[in-house]
């Protein structure tokens, strides 16, 4: 930006885990903050600095009218229903919420700046999701997408929509993220259920974890980290695709024994039991991102490994535990 412009960035999904980590690294900056939150969610989460916005941008018309009222340099599109669990029992509001806010918002950024003449830069959180079916042990820019959820539809779409207004002239980019957690992840994704149960066994207020899949493989980063390289994506000056990702995969029973272990039970089997029930239609079993494109044009790398994220999270429940 030019010696002495604030910028002003809009970020959707600000009351997010990814959201409100990006609202304090920008709010670090000094830079202008405004932030979407869906209708009717909760303020606490939201930093006081940011001016919010209640509206739903899938609605026709809405984005157009924020965009144009807020004039932002930056919009972060990291709003949306991010649970593959949730998108199965959900589809057609996921693919409303996901699929339908990001076409709304890229055509309002594109719509503004062609009639400003002022640059917008748009960074979207696509996902990994997007590689599910992809067949391929290590996903990178170049994967196939082929996803095998609803959510992963509805982040394909707004992957590829991305494509075309970057086509047309907009600086749009996709943040691939692959899964990355924190204190700040809700319970519905299994690395926070597993931390809090973990600990919630050891103070004797929990017998049993009950858990789907305990095989299939994620690529778990930290998300303060992901935050960075959207930040950084943004600085980069120009659109274009970089996944994130740390390049190591472990089981979901590799995360349950490093919880365990964290709080000093080695026999987590005793504890946890497997329901079919909670079984996905479809489930990757394998899910691995090569970062590299990150790394040469971003200079960006994770600053934690598994054992540390896996560490964090419980030590963060155990104070939560004691405090409550
Ligand atoms: P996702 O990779 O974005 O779907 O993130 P999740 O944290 O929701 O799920 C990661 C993996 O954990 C998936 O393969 C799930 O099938 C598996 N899993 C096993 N048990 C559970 C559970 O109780 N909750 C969730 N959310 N996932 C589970």
Same mark, same amino acid.
């Given at each position: 930006?030019?010696?002495?412009?604030?910028?002003?960035?809009?970020?959707?999904?600000?009351?997010?885990?990814?959201?409100s980590?990006?609202?304090?690294?920008?709010?670090?900056r000094?830079?202008?903050?405004?932030?979407?939150?869906?209708?009717?969610?909760?303020?606490?989460?939201?930093?006081?600095?940011?001016?919010?916005?209640?509206?739903?941008?899938?609605?026709?018309?809405?984005?157009?009218?924020?965009?144009?009222e807020?004039?932002?340099?930056?919009?972060?599109?990291?709003?949306?229903?991010?649970?593959?669990?949730?998108?199965?029992?959900?589809?057609?509001?996921?693919?409303?919420?996901?699929?339908?806010?990001?076409?709304?918002l890229?055509?309002?950024?594109?719509?503004?700046?062609?009639?400003?003449?002022?640059?917008?830069?748009? =960074?979207?959180?696509?996902? *990994?999701?997007? +590689? %599910?079916g992809? !067949?391929?042990?290590?996903?990178?820019?170049?994967? @196939?997408?082929?996803?095998?959820?609803?959510?992963?539809?509805?982040?394909?779409?707004?992957h590829n929509?991305v494509q075309?207004?970057?086509?047309?002239?907009?600086?749009?980019?996709?943040?691939?993220?692959?899964?990355?957690?924190s204190?700040?992840?809700?319970?519905?994704?299994?690395?926070?259920?597993?931390?809090?149960?973990?600990?919630?066994?050891?103070?004797?207020?929990?017998?049993?974890?009950?858990?789907?899949?305990?095989?299939?493989?994620?690529?778990?980063?930290?998300?303060?980290?992901?935050?960075?390289?959207?930040?950084?994506?943004?600085?980069?000056?120009?659109?274009?695709?970089?996944?994130?990702?740390?390049?190591?995969?472990?089981? =979901?029973?590799?995360?349950? *024994?490093?919880? +365990? %272990?964290?709080? !000093?039970?080695?026999?987590?089997?005793?504890?946890? @039991?497997?329901?079919?029930?909670?079984?996905?239609?479809?489930?990757?079993?394998?899910?691995?991102?090569?970062?590299?494109?990150?790394?040469?044009?971003?200079?960006?790398?994770?600053?934690?490994?598994?054992?540390?994220?896996?560490?964090?999270?419980?030590?963060?429940?155990?104070?939560?535990?004691?405090?409550?």
């Amino acid at each position: 930006m030019s010696a002495g412009h604030t910028p002003t960035a809009l970020i959707t999904g600000v009351a997010g885990q990814d959201g409100s980590y990006l609202a304090d690294l920008l709010l670090e900056r000094g830079w202008t903050l405004h932030g979407v939150a869906k209708p009717g969610g909760n303020d606490g989460t939201v930093n006081v600095h940011v001016e919010q916005h209640r509206v739903d941008i899938s609605k026709p018309g809405v984005a157009q009218v924020l965009i144009h009222e807020v004039q932002p340099d930056y919009v972060f599109h990291l709003a949306g229903i991010s649970s593959v669990w949730r998108s199965w029992n959900d589809p057609v509001l996921t693919t409303q919420v996901n699929g339908l806010s990001a076409a709304a918002l890229l055509d309002a950024c594109y719509t503004e700046q062609e009639a400003s003449g002022k640059r917008i830069v748009l =960074v979207n959180a696509s996902s *990994a999701e997007i +590689f %599910a079916g992809s !067949g391929v042990p290590l996903q990178n820019e170049e994967t @196939r997408v082929a996803p095998t959820s609803p959510y992963g539809v509805s982040k394909a779409l707004s992957h590829n929509m991305v494509q075309v207004y970057r086509a047309r002239g907009l600086e749009a980019t996709n943040a691939i993220l692959f899964n990355h957690e924190s204190p700040r992840r809700p319970e519905t994704f299994v690395t926070r259920k597993i931390t809090k149960a973990a600990v919630a066994i050891t103070r004797g207020t929990l017998d049993t974890l009950e858990l789907g899949n305990l095989t299939a493989e994620r690529d778990w980063g930290w998300a303060p980290d992901y935050v960075d390289a959207i930040a950084a994506m943004a600085d980069y000056g120009k659109g274009d695709d970089f996944v994130v990702a740390t390049g190591q995969a472990h089981s =979901v029973a590799d995360f349950v *024994a490093a919880a +365990f %272990a964290a709080v !000093g039970i080695e026999n987590w089997r005793d504890y946890v @039991r497997s329901d079919s029930e909670m079984l996905r239609p479809a489930d990757s079993a394998r899910m691995v991102g090569d970062a590299a494109k990150a790394r040469d044009l971003l200079g960006w790398a994770p600053t934690k490994d598994f054992e540390q994220i896996v560490d964090a999270m419980v030590q963060f429940d155990m104070t939560e535990e004691m405090a409550a």
